[in-house]
């Protein structure tokens, strides 16, 4: 039985604007509904907030992102990684690794992701790829890219 990950990225007002940002980095369509969408009256907090977002584009890149509601509570802080003497620290639970065929391409996806972003680790050589390096967007999300080792 065939299985599909998807990542799902959980963000607080910023879903609909990383999408985009997605889309228009790998490619794709976006797929937005929101909670008035699906029935919470206009007006009422977080109603223009996306309850399902996904990029799907012909690559077979595939992401899903959701607002978290906010109303009545405090917002979360972002999770913060960078590296330390040679060595990644991090408060995110997870990061986002893309793997591309070819330098060029990394170095494109890279050039979209980073734009806003901050670089933890730059887009390089390394012992174990061609290109490898390591990012956090405008929104948050740590990306690991890198071309695909040869096996």
């Not at 910023?14 to 797929?31: I, M, N």
Request: aromatic share 10%.
């Amino acid at each position: 039985m065939p299985v599909t990950a998807v990542t799902h990225l959980n963000f607080q007002g910023r879903a609909r604007a990383a999408l985009d940002l997605y889309a228009s980095v790998f490619g794709g369509e976006v797929r937005v509904a929101t909670y008035g969408d699906l029935g919470l009256p206009a007006g009422l907090p977080d109603a223009d907030q996306v309850v399902f977002g996904q990029v799907t584009a012909p690559s077979g890149f595939t992401v899903m992102a959701y607002d978290v509601p906010v109303a009545g509570r405090a917002a979360t802080e972002p999770a913060v990684t960078r590296r330390e003497h040679g060595t990644t620290i991090t408060t995110s639970p997870f990061f986002v690794a893309v793997h591309a065929d070819t330098v060029a391409e990394v170095e494109e996806l890279w050039a979209g992701l980073a734009d806003g972003g901050t670089v933890v680790e730059p887009l390089g050589p390394s012992a174990w790829a061609p290109a490898f390096g390591m990012l956090t967007d405008r929104f948050g999300i740590t990306w690991v890219l890198d071309v695909a080792a040869a096996g």
